[in-house]
């Protein structure tokens, strides 16, 4: 890890888990959440956040095969219309500097979710976005993690130092 900023800034740390403490006090389902984070994490390449949070969606009962194709939801017959407003949503916010934050994409959903989970939804996707920047920027170890299907070797590390 380049900065240990669980313990250099804890001030940033406590405001982050306050922020995932207000989205969980909604109403949206932590499976939809899921998806979101692992959506957002595969779009900024954050293997950290991508191994957390796989690992706590099958921990929750999430089927495999949702888990490995939400790369490619739009193709997919598996997702609720909820499920893809909620994914789009999530890629505009995520690319935004590309993407916007287009009509059509908050128009699906505004039309899955009530105003309240809208904002919680967006906050998810503002708190998911702010830790893969903080795993990439600062090289989280995903080797840290506990509970990774990893079997022996799998592990090892890169001559780089990064697994």
Known sequence: MRVDYHKVLPGGMRAMAEL?????????????????RIRASQVNGCTYCLAMHNRDARARGEHQTRLDTVAAWREAPYYSPRERAALAWCEALTELPRAGAP??????VEAEFAQEEIAALTFAIVAINGWNRLAVGLRSDVLSLDGLDLSDGAGSRSASGIA
């Open 20 to 36: 995932e403490r207000a989205v969980h006090s909604a109403t949206l389902e932590p499976e939809l959440l899921e998806l979101v």
């Open 103 to 108: 009509d059509d994409v908050y128009a699906a």
